[in-house]
């Protein structure tokens, strides 16, 4: 194989890692504010509502009292 070949596949599968490392970074951040703010909410005596979007990695949150 070409070394430009190889370089460029290495790149190409290093670049898939890594974004697969930062997407799964934010889902568990997500889930540790969505987790904080749920015991917050029930600390002051509300419901929370929580709206996940899992095709752009983000949520929508509410207390109701």
């Known amino acids: 194989m070409n070394k430009n070949i190889k370089v ?3 790149l190409i599968t290093l670049t898939f890692f890594v974004g697969i490392l930062l997407a799964g970074s934010l889902s568990y951040f997500n889930s540790k504010e ?4 749920t015991e917050q909410c029930f600390t002051h005596g509300g419901t929370p509502l929580v709206e996940i979007d899992t095709f752009v990695l983000g949520y929508s949150f ?3 009292k």
Not at 34 to 37: E, T
């Open 8 to 10: 460029g596949l290495l």
């Open 34 to 37: 969505i987790q904080a703010a």
């Open 62 to 64: 509410s207390c109701e």
